[in-house]
Structure formats: C-alpha cells, structure tokens
C-alpha cells in the first residue's frame, strides 16, 4: 500500500508525502493502529477503552476505577496495555491526568517495550517536531506543567523515569517536556462515525500529511484505525494533505488556529483567495453579530446537555433575528446546526426535520468535495424523514450521502455498510 506515495521534502512546509502512481478518488492509501493512544476523559464512561466503541453499559476497571470495557473479552486483551497505566491512575486518584499527559504515559510503555517496535514507519518519533523554539513563553509554560504532571503520574511505575527514557527513546524524546511538546503537536483526535471527539492516538508515519483548508485526502476511524483515502483524483508527484481543522470557518480563524496549535501560517489556495468568507459574513452584519456573540454561551448550554435552554436560545435569535441573515452565513448555520442537535435530543422530530434539511444546500456548497461532515449531515437527515415516513425523500437523502461516504468511509467501513441497510428499508416500504 505504502507504494503508491513517498516520503519528500514539500517546499516550505518541511517533511510531506507525494504520489508516486495517479490515485482516484476514493482509494484506500493507507490503514494505520496507533503507536499509542487513549479514550478522553470526557468521554471515558462512554466509551470502551480497548476498543473504543460507544456502549450504553460498560464494564468498569475494578482497580483504577477509570477505564471500562464492553465485556470480559476486550478487558482482558486491553489489560497488557492498561497494567502499568492502571498502578499509576490508582496512586494518583482522585486526579485524573490530562488527555496529552495519558497518551504520553501510555507512549513511554510501548516504547519501553521491546515487543513495539514499529520499523516500518515512514517518520521516526526522532524526526516529529516538538515547536518549542516558536512557542509563547505561556505555552512552554503549560506544557512544562504537564511534564511535571508526566512525572508524578509515573513516579511509582516508572521511578527512574530519566534513566528509562534515556535507554529507552531517542535522544530528542529524552526529556518529558520535548516528549510532551512532540506529542501535542503531531497527535490526532480519534473521533466515532458520528465524528465526535472520543480520544487521542498518536501515528507517526501519518504525521508526515501536511495541511490544507481544501485537502485531497481525509482520514476516519474504525475503532482506533485510522483510514487514509483519497478524495479527489491525484496526479503522480501531488502532494497528499489532509485538514488538520475543521475548515468550515473564516480564513482568519482557520490560520490563527493553525498558528496557535501547529505553529504555521497556512498560504493554501483557499486561505489566499478568501473565496468563502464575504458568503460567510452575508446578511444585515448587526443581526448576524449578535449570533456570534451569543455562540459561547449557546456552546456551553450544549456541552452541558441542556437542550430545552439551548433550543430556546437558538429559536429566539433564529425566529427574532434570522430573516435578516441568508442561511449560507457561518453564524447563522452554527445555530441553525445547535437547533437541530437539541430538538434531537428533546425528540421534536419533525422540527429537528426542518432544521436538518435547512443546512444540506449549504454543507452541500461549503464542501464542494466529498467530505464526511456533509456525508454524516445527510446521513442525520435522512433518518429523521425516515422516522417520520416521509420514505421517498429519506431514501432521496440516503442516496446522497452514500454517494459522499463511499468514498470517504469505503464500502466496507460499517458506517456504509448500515446506511445500505436503511437503503434497502425504504426501498423495501415503498414496494409496499
């Protein structure tokens, strides 16, 4: 698989990978189990530890209290892993370390572990940038914080901590806060078919993928293997990228995100034409100002899971204010997008309808290639017409987002594989 790219050296960007053989869209390049990686915290009784599927019900750590697994089977073939990270949340309880110092912790035994090795990487863990010499002095300093917490989260397992490292890993891996520092920045956020946040994972020969707001490539997840797939067709000697970001935003806050997170200043086709942003900002700008203003607010009621207030925020601005603002403006999607999460959850199913179908023209025209966020949007719509019986256009949807998820996800991918399954349910309901 590894033969249809390579590794080279993209100008002005550093390390990168390139085709060496023309790719079509839709073509599986590379498939990938982390190095390392963890379930987030906040999601930790959510979600399975060895496999990371979301379960109702899960199996809990009877030692460190934290981790927890579908069933016996998957907490015995995670306790290799988990041993060592079990003695160490144990003696450390009540506090649960961070996401980043976790990953780290979990990294530094599977290098301390002969049976690991992983030769076969494209990119060493040697070779990752840490970025300390372009940092702010306040995030060197946070990230020293974590090193520090490294430290005593491992003290007892790991007691010579210094002289294990140095026997251990690389040179430039040796000091917890270089570690800590080249972790951070080359880290990918693992996310569930319906691309939410549920860990982290670390994949070195993937790091070498440089960014761009309008990629070629998209990676998604099955568990914790990450999926590499063309989609776009690529000429022999392009450069592969993939989005480091959410690119559903203005260039100002794309590149400042970039810089702040990865330290680089994007110069894509996209950032430079800006082509998004005047549609982005359309409308009465005194209207969609208070949309924006109001957003941290609205945000935090959603991560609180309080629907009922959240619903009533965005109905609010979107019944009092929202005739003055096109449904393209960035603000006004995101409200639009919040109303729809939260009349699901409170089960207003034909209202939850009409906002879904509200934001497809405008996923539609914001990701002009197939992207899994406008496959996953068409996917939530079509289910919603399906509940409600509205079969013909919910097969319509479904259709649509297969067409996007075949080729971001794969046939085989289990995503597909159900939405096929509902396909055939309305096909079956309308023989009726």
């Known amino acids: 698989m590894a033969s249809m790219f390579e590794r080279f050296v993209s100008p002005g960007k550093g390390n990168g990978l390139r085709a060496t053989t023309a790719i079509k869209s839709g073509k599986l390049l590379f498939s990938s189990e982390p190095l390392a990686s963890c379930v987030s915290t906040k999601v930790a009784k959510d979600v399975c530890h060895r496999c ?12 460190c209290k934290m981790a927890r697994y579908c069933n016996i089977t998957c907490q015995k073939q995670a306790w290799a892993d988990h041993k060592k990270e079990c003695k160490c949340l144990r003696i450390i309880l009540p506090r649960i370390p961070t996401d980043s110092v976790r990953l780290v912790a979990r990294l530094i035994f599977a290098l301390l572990n002969p049976e690991n090795s992983r030769s076969e990487e494209l990119y060493s863990l040697d070779e990752h940038e840490s970025h300390l010499i372009c940092m702010s ?4 300093q946070g990230l020293s914080q974590l090193a520090s917490m490294l430290e005593l989260y491992l003290k007892e397992e790991v007691p010579e901590l210094a002289l294990e490292m140095t026997s251990a890993l690389p040179e430039s891996c040796r000091q917890p806060l270089d570690l800590i520092a080249k972790v951070t920045c080359n880290c990918f956020t693992i996310s569930d078919e319906e691309l939410q946040a549920i860990g ?3 994949y070195p020969s993937l790091s070498l993928l440089n960014h761009d707001c309008r990629p070629n490539c998209v990676m998604v997840f099955e568990g914790t293997k990450l999926h590499l797939r063309a989609v776009r ?19 100002e806050q794309r590149q400042k995100q970039l810089e702040d997170q990865y330290h680089f200043t994007c110069r894509c086709q996209k950032c430079d034409s800006q082509d998004t942003d005047t549609l982005m900002q359309s409308g009465e700008q005194a209207t969609w100002y208070k949309f924006m203003e109001a957003l941290p607010k609205l945000e935090g009621l959603k991560a609180a899971s309080d629907w009922q207030t959240l619903l009533e925020g965005c109905k609010r601005l979107l019944s009092i204010e ?3 603002v096109p449904d393209e403006n960035l603000y006004k999607l995101r409200l639009t997008d919040m109303a729809l999460d939260s009349t699901i959850h409170l089960g207003h199913w034909e209202e939850a309808t009409r906002h879904g179908e509200r934001t497809l023209p405008v996923y ?5 290639d197939p992207h899994p966020v406008h496959g996953i949007q068409l996917m939530r719509v079509a289910k919603l017409q399906h509940y409600l019986e509205r079969i013909k256009d919910a097969l319509d949807t479904f259709k649509q987002a297969f067409e996007i998820l075949k080729i971001t996800h794969g046939i085989d991918h289990p995503l597909v594989a159900g939405l096929l399954v509902k396909m055939e349910e309305c096909r079956f309901e309308i023989d009726q």
């Open 52 to 63: 990371f599927a979301r379960r109702e019900t899960l199996l809990r750590c009877s030692q």
């Open 137 to 140: 002095e306040q995030k060197k």
């Open 200 to 202: 982290v994972g670390l």
């Open 233 to 251: 067709d690529i000429k022999p000697a392009e450069e592969l990228t993939i989005s480091y970001i959410e690119t559903l935003s203005l260039t």
């Open 322 to 324: 929202g005739s003055d």
């Open 364 to 368: 539609k025209h914001y990701y002009p």
